[in-house]
């Protein structure tokens, strides 16, 4: 079977967390990372650059579900890798979406349930 994940590399991080503010200060206060802004979800800065997202925990998540950071990996084609993620003995936890200006993502569980998300970034303009 031919790989479908691209890269492979890691171009993301997130941490869904039921606190936004207080995940904020302890990581700005252990890191020196800044809090930012993009398109109206809160992330983390490291000089210039955009390094990770904070976003509230999904809907449904049981209380005891603690913050987690997610990776998410640049891939070629997300439909496809969610296609042979299934075939590995994986799982996509919802269906591939679009997100405007940022790509085409999907959250995955490996077959031990760890969840990770991939994501193929649009073409970029020549």
Request: aromatic share 10%.
């Amino acid at each position: 079977m031919e790989p479908t994940l691209g890269n492979g590399k890691i171009c993301y991080l997130e941490i869904p967390t039921d606190d936004v503010g207080r995940s904020a200060a302890f990581y700005e206060a252990v890191f020196g990372w800044r809090r930012g802004d993009f398109g109206g979800m809160p992330m983390f800065e490291l000089g210039d650059r955009g390094i990770a997202s904070m976003a509230d925990m999904p809907p449904g998540t049981p209380d005891q579900v603690p913050a987690f950071w997610m990776a998410i990996f640049a891939v070629q084609d997300t439909d496809a890798t969610v296609a042979q993620a299934g075939e590995l003995g994986g799982q996509a936890l919802g269906p591939p979406f679009d997100i405007p200006d940022v790509g085409r993502f999907a959250v995955l569980a490996d077959p031990h349930g760890v969840a990770f998300g991939v994501l193929t970034a649009p073409p970029q303009p020549a």
